[in-house]
């Protein structure tokens, strides 16, 4: 299979397996229509190997981890098993090590389907295939979707519980992360499940409290971002609204000295393939979802300089990621600007919801300041960037930008 492709299961009980050149921990999530777990049950791995129709096969004696679907025995109301895998070292990602999905039929072994993803980079957590029901039968999908905030991230994007306090020594001998941080977009997660040797059978355990790991939402209003800080654009655990606009400002450093900054925001897919850029030649993308203010050619003035707005509802379902970039069309360094900042506000209310302020400066022609990324979940995650390039148009913005994902 490739990436995105799916095909009818032939079977009613299969074996996802997935094995790679170093050793990995699998785990499957159960999920409703709503693309959430109905509680932290619903989360399969080493350490609570058992769920509702599906269940967890640690590596031994050269079997590779591996999660089994009864479809016949999932719960009514469960749509959707997503398998997962991540590297067993810590902090180690997939970087030359892309695994490799073989779909069997549980009973007989035959295999059914493989799916490797393309190459990765530095997601440390993968979601590798998706058992899904449609039409009343079911199939199997390649989904090749990473994150670089580990297994952490995607459980917190389909709703496991996450927990302030690590687990008691004698629970951690198998440390475990739950809930994408924000992510695409975000910090490494904590240590991830180490794999176990086999245990006699025995009843089925809740899942071990996980290490702390903090999601960052709006719940308790205005959030400050430093750099590399995410926020989820979620409140009381749902989606807060459908348009935002993402506001950019800066001054000159010196008196009497114009800069001539753009703002542009470039749209990207799972592959991180350039989809279009709204900027000053092109203000309006995706038919009016992402619409751009239009040029500011000196950064005076009080409040934003140029704004993007983005109508989140509106977005094709291949847009994955929106990257907020400012470059110096005439040379000018940023050594040249100050109080140069990005914040998200409502589109409606205009009620300034994120902010982030580029403290330093250096000497280059460009920032990366932002990115909004959609979380397979279908969340949505700002995290701040600021980091710095030499590119003067929003065309030469695009590479660097697509490395930031």
């Known amino acids: 299979m490739t990436q995105g492709g799916n095909a009818p299961l032939t079977a009613a009980r299969v074996t996802v397996e997935v094995t790679a050149p170093k050793a990995l921990d699998v785990s499957g999530l159960l999920l409703t229509d709503a693309g959430k777990v109905r509680s932290d049950a619903d989360f399969v791995f080493f350490n609570a190997p058992h769920g509702p129709g599906v269940t967890h096969r640690p590596a031994s004696g050269g079997t590779p981890d591996a999660i089994t679907i009864d479809t016949s025995a999932v719960p009514a109301g469960i749509t959707k098993i997503v398998v997962t895998a991540s590297p067993d070292e810590a902090g180690a990602t997939f970087a030359g090590i892309e695994p490799t999905a073989t779909v069997r039929d549980a009973d007989s072994g035959q295999v059914l389907v493989t799916f490797t993803p393309p190459q990765l980079g530095r997601e440390t ?97 205005r959030v400050s971002l430093t750099k590399g800080g995410s926020v989820s654009l979620e409140k009381n655990g749902k989606p807060f609204l459908s348009s935002v606009r993402m506001g950019l400002g800066w001054e000159p450093a010196g008196r009497g000295r114009n800069i001539d900054l753009d703002a542009s925001c470039i749209a990207f897919d799972a592959k991180r393939e350039k989809l279009d850029t709204a900027w000053f030649m092109k203000l309006g993308i995706f038919n009016g979802a992402v619409v751009h203010s239009g040029d500011n050619l000196t950064g005076e003035g009080g409040g934003d300089d140029e704004s993007i707005t983005v109508h989140l509802d509106g977005l094709p379902p291949e847009v994955c990621g929106l990257v907020f970039v400012v470059n110096s069309f005439s040379g000018q360094k940023f050594t040249d600007v100050k109080n140069a900042y990005c914040r998200l506000l409502d589109a409606g209310s205009n009620q300034e919801l994120v902010r982030f302020d580029l403290t330093q400066s250096e000497p280059h022609t460009g920032v990366v300041m932002c990115k909004l990324v959609r979380q397979y979940s279908g969340e949505w995650v700002m995290t701040a960037i600021g980091e710095y390039v030499d590119a003067k148009t929003a065309r030469a913005m695009v590479k660097p930008a697509a490395s930031m994902l």
């Open 125 to 221: 957590a993968l979601i590798v295939v998706e058992v899904y029901q449609r039409g009343g039968a079911w199939k199997v999908r390649a989904v090749g979707q990473g994150y670089a905030n580990g297994l952490a991230g995607i459980a917190t994007d389909f709703g496991v519980t996450v927990e302030d306090e690590p687990a008691p020594a004698a629970a951690t001998a198998a440390p475990v992360t739950a809930p994408v941080a924000p992510p695409v977009a975000a910090p490494v997660a904590p240590p991830l499940p180490q794999s176990a040797p086999p245990m006699p059978p025995a009843p089925p355990a809740p899942p071990a409290a996980a290490p702390s790991l903090t999601k960052v939402t709006l719940d308790k209003g």
